[in-house]
């Protein structure tokens, strides 16, 4: 079955800065790659979501780029905000069941 | 978005009782519901996958007669945790999809939390 791998599973940056949260996934045949941010006690929210047939894709200050060959994924926050902070997960599926990333806890200082 | 609501938020019980979760899409018809279990601070863990209709299926390690799941109508699912105990106390997590797959995005509810004294 399909493993997902998070990293890092801690990340504080300064407002403004940049945030990166990696993934690696294990089954080649997995082509959907979404990214939740769940803030605490609350149900986790899509932020941006990626399809295998697509390299890149950009919402704004979110963005998410996937390397097949390699499987991995990546999220990308630019000038980050205090109101970033939170716990990211990414998953993967091929069509069947969802697997989720351990999680990034992200806190951006103000 | 579409609106995925469960119910209850939060339940306390005894140990040894039983305890019902409903899962509600609100706006659109629901053809297959997951369910996650969420221990603090750590990831979603899928449970089990329910199409309507039709027996859930549950992921390896998973008792299916202790979480029982009944997804009668396309916009209701339910998880019973049978005889429950401390160690079942949880945050139990809902998700939809329109679809017969996860393809298209999975709705989440707002998750129900789970104590067993």
């Known amino acids: 079955g399909e493993n997902v791998e998070q990293h890092p599973s801690t990340l504080s940056v300064q407002e403004g800065d940049s945030a990166v949260i990696k993934c690696t996934y294990s089954d080649s045949a997995s082509n959907y790659f979404p990214w939740y941010k769940q803030e605490l006690g609350k149900r986790p929210q899509l932020i941006i979501d990626?399809?295998?047939?697509?390299g890149e894709k950009k919402d704004q200050r979110i963005a998410v780029t996937l390397n097949k060959t390699a499987k991995h994924f990546s999220l990308h926050i630019t000038e980050t905000q205090p109101e970033d902070s939170a716990v990211y997960f990414c998953?993967?599926?091929?069509?069947?069941?969802?697997?989720f990333g351990a999680g990034t806890r992200l806190t951006v200082k103000p | 978005g579409a609106v995925v609501s469960q119910h209850p938020s939060r339940v306390i019980c005894k140990s040894g009782t039983s305890v019902k979760i409903e899962c509600r899409s609100l706006d659109f018809q629901a053809t297959t519901m997951f369910w996650y279990r969420q221990f603090p601070k750590q990831s979603l863990m899928l449970m089990a996958t329910?199409?309507?209709?039709?027996?859930?299926?549950?992921e390896q390690g998973v008792e299916k007669d202790k979480f029982l799941i009944n997804h009668a109508s396309l916009t209701l699912s339910t998880l019973t945790v049978t005889s429950a105990h401390p160690e079942d106390s949880s945050f139990y997590i809902c998700s939809a999809s329109g679809t017969s797959g996860v393809y298209d995005e999975q709705f989440f509810g707002p998750g129900t939390r789970l104590t067993v004294l």
């Open positions: 329910s199409n309507e209709g039709s027996k859930a299926t549950y």
């Open positions: 990626i399809r295998s047939n697509v």
């Open positions: 998953a993967a599926t091929d069509n069947n069941d969802m697997r």
